[in-house]
């Protein structure tokens, strides 16, 4: 199907939505026929029970039908902006996770290539007056897919995260050891990752230059300052996501410093993977395994320490665990566990306050080219946090701090997309890089690591004197005291 096949499919649409009451429950039993004939037995694993939307708890269909095909999202939507085609639009995605509800989108190609190239950014709900969690309902629509979340890699890679975490921190230890060598930089050169039909590989060898050895969950775990025995209470529990823990060591220690300088006593919980990958990528069951593991230690240390607020310093991450209670929406035990640990996690973002970082500020304002913020998606569509890091930068960064047009915009990274959908995500990042080189700015502050990633793969290649920076380095660097050593060392291979 084609876009004006999905043309040629709204009239129908339209006629649906305008059935009276009756019609419309004695569709609905209907629909969830055909629900059930598309998720077919492997329905209560691969897929969650209901959405919780801002509009109240919703069944899919009836999450997708609130969407009225105003239109009002299209020009906030990245894929469509770029592309001005409709079935690539929050609109057409949502359309067409209608027709697969409803049994009558035939063409699951033409569906794949709709769901798999939404950035998941979230733009399309902050725009949407009904608030239509189309994000949320494009990986329903992804899970239905046959063979999606079968994808060897992703499976062996949630397997041993599960199973044999050492294995799994070993196994990626080798790989960096290999990219250190320089092999995949050759293999990358020699085309062999076209040769196997997978050039997305090469995009990640060039976009992650360095990588550490010493992953930042061994260091901190083995800081006795960082360890609940002996403590009654404590300010915070850091939680370490996998961009922080595996690739910016430095940005993980850079958390534990701030946070140790401003909100008191911490300890390290000593995580899992929050499970937001496995989630993404079709293993919702393995998801909620990653989620009732850290939700039990959460409870663990809140057992011996009290109330704690839970800080992870990637946007995705703490956005996803604001989430977990979506996950167990039919099991009611673990919903309660869900929403309690969910109702303690915050990002880094919005944990800091002007009022902590004021004595420290000094005047590091002055000096230094200029700084500006890039909204991470999952920070200001997903968490709603905006004010926050801006308080903060302009405090410690003074006349140097300016607004970046379209911050808010998804820069392409998008977890994996940059190298699922080079394309798309290049011309997304064109557009970001053009914004930030608009400013002048030589600092762009963000909270996400896979923008970070992202957005220094093209400022290195189109502006190579502006650098990303993680919110928590920024912080750390502009309020250290410089005559004082730190308690968390510095890594040594980030
Ligand atoms: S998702 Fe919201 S804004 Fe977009 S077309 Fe549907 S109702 Fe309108
Ligand atoms: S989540 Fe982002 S990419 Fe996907 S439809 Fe919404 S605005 Fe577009």
């Given at each position: 199907?084609?876009?004006?096949?999905?043309?040629?499919?709204?009239?129908?649409?339209?006629?649906?939505?305008?059935?009276?009451?009756?019609?419309?429950?004695?569709?609905?039993?209907?629909?969830?026929?055909?629900?059930?004939?598309?998720?077919?037995?492997?329905?209560?694993?691969?897929?969650?029970?209901?959405l919780?939307?801002?509009?109240?708890?919703?069944?899919?269909?009836?999450?997708?039908?609130?969407?009225?095909?105003?239109?009002?999202c299209?020009?906030s939507c990245p894929t469509y902006?770029?592309?001005?085609?409709?079935?690539i639009s929050p609109?057409?995605r949502n359309?067409?996770m209608?027709?697969?509800?409803?049994?009558?989108?035939?063409?699951?190609?033409?569906?794949?290539?709709s769901l798999s190239t939404c950035m998941l950014c979230g733009a399309c709900s902050t725009?949407?007056?009904?608030?239509v969690p189309t994000a949320d309902i494009v990986l329903e629509g992804r899970r239905?897919?046959?063979?999606y979340?079968?994808?060897?890699?992703?499976?062996?890679?949630?397997?041993?995260?599960?199973?044999?975490?050492?294995?799994?921190?070993?196994?990626?230890?080798?790989?960096?050891?290999?990219?250190?060598?320089?092999?995949?930089?050759?293999?990358?050169?020699?085309?062999?990752?076209?040769?196997?039909?997978?050039?997305?590989?090469?995009?990640?060898?060039?976009?992650?230059?360095?990588?550490?050895?010493?992953?930042?969950?061994?260091?901190?775990?083995?800081?006795?300052?960082?360890?609940?025995?002996?403590?009654?209470?404590?300010?915070?529990?850091?939680?370490?996501?996998?961009?922080?823990?595996?690739?910016?060591?430095?940005?993980?220690?850079?958390?534990?410093?701030?946070?140790?300088?401003?909100?008191?006593?911490?300890?390290?919980?000593?995580?899992?993977?929050?499970?937001l990958m496995a989630h993404n990528y079709g293993?919702?069951?393995?998801a909620?395994?990653?989620?009732?593991?850290?939700?039990?230690?959460?409870?663990?240390?809140?057992?011996?320490?009290?109330?704690?607020?839970?800080?992870?310093?990637?946007s995705s991450c703490?956005a996803f665990?604001?989430s977990?209670?979506q996950?167990?929406?039919?099991?009611?035990?673990?919903?309660?566990?869900?929403?309690?640990?969910?109702?303690?996690?915050?990002?880094?973002?919005?944990?800091?306050?002007?009022?902590?970082?004021?004595?420290?500020?000094?005047?590091?304002?002055?000096?230094?080219?200029?700084?500006?913020?890039?909204?991470s998606c999952r920070a200001c569509h997903g968490q709603?946090?905006?004010?926050?890091?801006?308080?903060?930068?302009?405090?410690?960064?003074?006349?140097?701090?300016?607004?970046?047009?379209?911050?808010?915009w998804c820069c392409g990274g998008a977890g994996a997309y940059a190298?699922t959908q080079?394309?798309i995500s290049?011309?997304v990042?064109?557009?970001?890089?053009?914004?930030?080189?608009?400013?002048?700015?030589?600092?762009?502050?963000?909270?996400g690591?896979s923008c970070?990633?992202q957005?220094?793969?093209?400022?290195?290649?189109?502006?190579?004197?502006?650098?990303?920076?993680?919110?928590?380095?920024?912080?750390?660097?502009?309020?250290?005291?410089?005559?004082?050593?730190?308690?968390?060392?510095?890594?040594?291979?980030?």
């Open positions: 199907m084609r876009d004006n096949d999905y043309q040629d499919q709204r009239e129908p649409a339209r006629a649906g939505m305008e059935m009276d009451s009756t019609v419309v429950t004695s569709a609905s039993s209907h629909i969830h026929r055909e629900i059930n004939e598309l998720y077919g037995h492997e329905q209560a694993v691969r897929h969650l029970g209901s919780l939307t801002n509009l109240g708890e919703k069944s899919l269909y009836d999450a997708v039908a609130q969407c009225n095909r105003c239109g009002y299209e020009t902006s770029i592309t001005g085609r409709e079935t609109r057409g359309q067409f209608r027709m697969l509800v409803e049994g009558r989108a035939k063409n699951t190609a033409s569906a794949e290539e725009a949407c007056y009904a608030k239905a897919l046959k063979g979340g079968d994808n060897f890699f992703a499976r062996a890679a949630v397997g041993l995260m599960l199973n044999a975490q050492w294995l799994f921190d070993l196994w990626l230890k080798l790989a960096y050891l290999a990219k250190r060598s320089g092999l995949p930089r050759l293999a990358a050169k020699m085309g062999l990752y076209d040769f196997v039909g997978m050039p997305g590989l090469a995009e990640a060898e060039h976009a992650v230059p360095k990588v550490p050895l010493r992953f930042a969950a061994e260091l901190l775990r083995s800081d006795p300052a960082l360890k609940p025995g002996g403590k009654s209470s404590v300010g915070w529990a850091y939680f370490a996501p996998c961009g922080p823990n595996y690739i910016f060591t430095g940005v993980a220690l850079a958390t534990v410093r701030v946070l140790s300088r401003f909100c008191g006593e911490g300890v390290f919980i000593d995580n899992q993977c929050c499970g293993r919702l069951e393995d909620r395994e990653f989620a009732r593991r850290n939700i039990s230690r959460y409870e663990e240390l809140k057992a011996l320490l009290g109330d704690f607020p839970v800080i992870a310093d990637c703490a665990m604001k977990y209670e996950l167990f929406t039919a099991d009611p035990l673990w919903r309660d566990r869900a929403r309690a640990f969910s109702g303690a996690v915050r990002d880094i973002l919005e944990f800091i306050t002007p009022e902590q970082t004021a004595a420290a500020a000094g005047d590091q304002a002055a000096g230094g080219g200029r700084v500006t913020y890039h909204d709603g946090i905006r004010r926050e890091p801006r308080e903060i930068l302009r405090q410690l960064s003074g006349s140097r701090y300016v607004e970046l047009p379209e911050s808010d190298f080079p394309g290049k011309q990042l064109d557009r970001k890089l053009r914004n930030i080189a608009s400013v002048q700015a030589e600092t762009v502050v963000a909270g690591t970070l990633i957005i220094n793969a093209g400022l290195k290649a189109a502006y190579p004197s502006a650098k990303a920076v993680h919110y928590s380095v920024f912080i750390d660097e502009m309020t250290r005291d410089k005559k004082q050593p730190d308690r968390v060392p510095p890594p040594a291979s980030v």
